[in-house]
């Protein structure tokens, strides 16, 4: 039975809760053994199309826990593959969103990032404070800075360790989209739903297009597109989906 990891499942959509309120959500190894459980069974669940990943108390995840962290070897790093949970998000078959309220920090920061989307409230704080504790983000901080907000964005947060404004965040394209504060779960959840309407071959082609596609040369990345493109054709998804626009009438997908 998990003690600090819950999950809900709204029709298709899968919401999983981290619940640590005490310490703001922080990750220790325990809820990143207990996370990495719930998202492996939501992706296994046939029911489910998207799943929502958020916090309790009024916060996504405020960081790593520093307390566990701090005695750890490069050994343990190892051993423990601390980072295993943002490698299960990265490559999860099925759409992730991150619904962040309050603080997203460090490997909170990190963990939302290695998601699909982020629905933030316009009060949420983001950031990657690692160098003020002598280390520096190891779970896709810099890289996923690098590449959504750029060089001089990436660096002045990395290197200040400065909380990123949720606003802020939005206008660097770290963000999907702003809501008020107590929405971001609702509006994920809103969002996650769409996405389950969807066809659900053409949403993994769309997803596989984007990892693969961002770190390729563009002539490389449009291929891959063309390829995925090709393929769907053929789906009865596909045919079901064209059919019934033609018929004017709601498509019946069966992701096959």
Same mark, same amino acid.
């Given at each position: 039975m998990a003690e600090f990891?819950?999950?809900e499942i709204r029709d298709a959509v899968a919401i999983v809760r981290i619940e640590r309120a005490a310490r703001r959500n922080a990750l220790n190894l325990q809820v990143k053994t207990e996370l990495i459980a719930a998202l492996q069974a939501a992706c296994a669940d046939p029911a489910v199309a998207a /799943? @929502?990943?958020?916090?309790?108390?009024?916060?996504?995840?405020?960081?790593t826990d /520093?307390?566990?962290?701090?005695?750890?070897?490069?050994?343990?790093?190892? *051993?423990?593959?601390?980072? *295993?949970?943002?490698?299960?998000?990265?490559?999860?078959?099925k759409p992730v969103i991150a619904a962040v309220e309050g603080y997203a920090l460090g490997g909170g920061c990190e963990l939302a990032l290695a998601c699909?989307?982020?629905?933030?409230?316009?009060?949420? *704080?983001?950031?990657?404070?690692?160098?003020?504790?002598?280390?520096?983000?190891?779970?896709?901080?810099?890289?996923?800075?690098?590449r959504a907000a750029g060089r001089y964005k990436a660096l002045l947060w990395t290197l200040t360790g400065d909380h990123i404004p949720a606003g802020d965040a939005y206008a660097a394209n770290l963000v999907s989209r702003l809501v008020p504060p107590g929405d971001a779960l609702e509006e994920a959840v809103r969002i996650a739903a769409q996405i389950a309407?969807?066809?659900?071959?053409? @949403?993994q082609a769309i997803r596989e297009a984007m990892r693969l596609g961002a770190d390729v040369p563009l002539e490389t990345a449009l291929s891959l597109e063309r390829r995925l493109f090709e393929r769907l054709f053929d789906s009865a998804d596909q045919r079901e989906g064209m059919q019934a626009f033609l018929d004017k009438r709601a498509p019946r997908y069966i992701g096959r």
């Open positions: 990891v819950a999950t /799943i @929502v990943l958020t916090g309790s108390g009024g916060y996504f995840v405020a960081g /520093i307390g566990e962290m701090a005695t750890l070897s490069p050994t343990d790093h190892q *051993r423990l593959d601390t980072d *295993r949970v943002f490698h299960v998000v990265r490559q999860s078959p699909d989307l982020i629905v933030a409230a316009e009060d949420a *704080r983001f950031g990657q404070p690692e160098i003020r504790v002598g280390i520096m983000p190891g779970a896709g901080g810099t890289q996923r800075l690098l309407t969807m066809p659900p071959l053409a @949403v």
